[in-house]
């Protein structure tokens, strides 16, 4: 026993030496703690060059039909807000209750006071019976309720500002605010994350309220959405949240399409660089048709892989090809797709064609794919290839197998009825469209694949967007397992008034499908008329209609109106589209629509802008 009390006595002596030698050490506490913390002033409290001050809410009308912090929680002013909820026991609060009534009871029928007395008498009578009804027969619970406002700033100006706009949004609210004066460290402590509810606040804050009412306090009801596998795209204007969005959750949104609408400059183009550059980290297959030459230098940052068609380019496509992704396993009609895909293709080169041309035209297209060896029966797309050791292996036909246009052009020269279409199309045999003349002699396996039509020209454009929608289409189809995305520039241009039918409804499939492929068609442009300027604007309305999510950034006045009929603008929200800043968006994800801030880490600006490559 002697031995244990001796023990006791030298580690209790090995303990203080222990904490005297803590005394000079740096610990991390000492780190995280401030400067300085005066609570001097009764209105606030400051710590470092921050100033902190808080409002209690001290009384509420026991009926509330709305959220009573949704107003509160929206605002993008710096606050904090704490709730605490301590449960009772019914059993108790019954038996009072009880108690309660049957004197309160009755001193109302003996009473001879004054009437008004008598009026708040009567009104405690009949509020302790309803919470008693309540308790009994509803099988509700009743709590006590406590919820404390701390407001931050750098200025005291901004922090009497803060409070006064607070005052009254709660008071909007049927609430009643009280400032914490005297009061402001334990309430500033019972805003951080501490669990602490001084006892000085719970004798000026404490108010009862029942299950139901409960449900009015939920504070997690502001506008913004968190994908937990989403990419951060920007941050909620009103309340500051951060914004991620995985528009290939099937679960959560019917599809992954998007449209991007803005004026030139508010920040669309940068805003569509910024996914690609996200989702290329994620590994993400994505497709770029780019008609103004804006996203070379990001397809050079990310090694991706860029294809030019023009005068001046090395790398050609062939219209004609018939990829075998152009179908899936177990389907057939290779060359039917195909056909129709080139009636889309070449009713851009000859204009508007009636029903008897189309079927010349097509008629015209067997038999040129039939000098091929190329038929309707799908085995005459694949061919022997003697490999060494005299293996035979079976291969889809390449593109030296296919046509090119000068067959078809001489396919053309050999009908009366078709001579006309071959004089449309002499610049693509051999004038300043001879580039569409050429066998395929690209690989396409990168995950990254821009097509730059920029050489084109604005007249031209149009072949080359529908050349590479058709290629990357087709690409998008290979596999429904693998995420992907094509993305259209100036999509106008396919589905505006200078388009036709067959074209616009090509897009509108994709747009209508790529869901299934396990895929998504991003939509951009700043030309908002044009899009629904072909057949009173139905292509237009169908992409929109079939894109989950749709920002619009900066638009002037006559495009917000004819957004307004295709879509369901509120008054508020055309004001706001048309007061937006560089970089900020409307964003319409599934049914919420929210005021979006883009935002972008330094080292993203700095690929996107060509200072750095991103390897």
């Excluded at 939920?218 to 009103?238: E, L, M, Q, R, V």
Aim: hydrophobic share 35%.
């Amino acid at each position: 026993m002697e031995n244990i009390f001796k023990l006791k006595i030298k580690n209790k002596k090995n303990n203080k030496e222990k904490l005297k030698f803590l005394e000079g050490t740096f610990l991390d506490e000492d780190f995280l703690a401030p400067s300085y913390i005066d609570l001097s002033n009764p209105k606030y409290i400051q710590i470092d060059n921050n100033y902190f001050s808080s409002i209690l809410i001290v009384n509420y009308f026991r009926e509330q039909n709305e959220l009573l912090l949704k107003t509160l929680i929206d605002t993008n002013m710096n606050i904090n807000i704490s709730i605490f909820y301590e449960k009772q026991d019914n059993y108790k609060a019954i038996r009072e209750l009880t108690y309660h009534i049957g004197n309160v009871g009755a001193d109302l029928k003996s009473s001879n006071q004054n009437r008004q007395d008598i009026d708040i008498a009567a009104f405690t009578y009949n509020d302790a019976k309803y919470i008693r009804k309540e308790l009994q027969i509803n099988n509700e619970d009743l709590y006590y309720l406590y919820i404390y406002v701390c407001i931050y700033s750098q200025d005291l100006n901004e922090i009497e500002n803060i409070l006064n706009k607070i005052e009254g949004i709660i008071e909007s609210k049927g609430l009643h605010a009280r400032r914490a004066y005297f009061r402001q460290e334990q309430t500033y402590r019972a805003c951080l994350p501490l669990m602490e509810n001084n006892k000085l606040l719970k004798e000026v804050a404490k108010r009862n309220v029942l299950t139901s009412g409960i449900v009015c306090t939920y504070p997690f009801i502001s506008s913004a959405i968190f994908d937990d596998t989403g990419i951060f795209i920007g941050i909620n204007i009103y309340n500051n949240s951060l914004i991620f969005v995985d528009r290939y959750n099937t679960q959560k949104y019917k599809n992954a399409n998007m449209c991007i609408f803005g004026t030139s400059g508010a920040g669309k183009s940068f805003y569509t660089k910024l996914l690609i550059l996200r989702y290329r980290i994620l590994g993400i297959e994505q497709y770029i048709i780019d008609p103004e030459r804006e996203y070379n230098n990001l397809c050079e940052n990310l090694n991706g892989t860029l294809l030019k068609i023009g005068p001046g380019s090395d790398t050609y496509i062939n219209v004609f090809d018939i990829r075998k992704e152009s179908i899936e396993d177990n389907e057939q009609g290779y060359l039917a797709n195909k056909i129709s895909k080139l009636i889309g293709f070449f009713n851009l080169i000859f204009g508007k064609i009636n029903e008897e041309e189309k079927a010349i035209l097509e008629e015209k297209l067997i038999e040129l794919y039939a000098t091929k060896y190329i038929t309707f029966d799908d085995k005459s797309l694949y061919k022997e290839n003697n490999l060494e050791k005299g293996i035979n292996n079976i291969i889809f036909k390449e593109s030296t197998d296919m046509p090119i246009l000068q067959d078809f052009y001489n396919i053309l020269d050999k009908d009366e009825r078709t001579k006309i279409f071959k004089t449309k199309l002499i610049p693509f045999i051999r004038g300043s469209l001879k580039f569409f003349n050429n066998y395929t002699n690209v690989e396409l396996n990168n995950k990254l694949i821009v097509a730059d039509v920029y050489e084109l020209g604005e007249e031209n454009l149009k072949y080359g967007m529908y050349l590479f929608t058709e290629l990357f289409w087709d690409k998008i189809k290979k596999d429904r397992k693998i995420k992907k995305a094509i993305y259209l520039d100036e999509i106008w241009r396919l589905i505006g008034v200078t388009s036709n039918k067959d074209v616009a409804s090509f897009i509108y499939k994709i747009f209508k499908t790529i869901r299934k492929y396990g895929g998504s068609g991003v939509a951009v442009t700043q030309d908002i008329s044009d899009i629904f300027s072909l057949e009173d604007g139905v292509y237009g309305k169908s992409i929109l209609n079939n894109s989950s999510i749709k920002t619009f950034f900066s638009l002037e006045e006559e495009n917000i109106k004819i957004l307004e009929k295709f879509t369901n603008l509120s008054e508020k929200e055309k004001i706001e589209i048309k007061s937006l800043k560089r970089g900020e968006c409307l964003t319409f994800i599934g049914d919420e629509h929210i005021l979006n801030k883009i935002y972008a880490a330094d080292f993203e600006k700095e690929i996107i802008e060509n200072k750095i490559n991103f390897n």
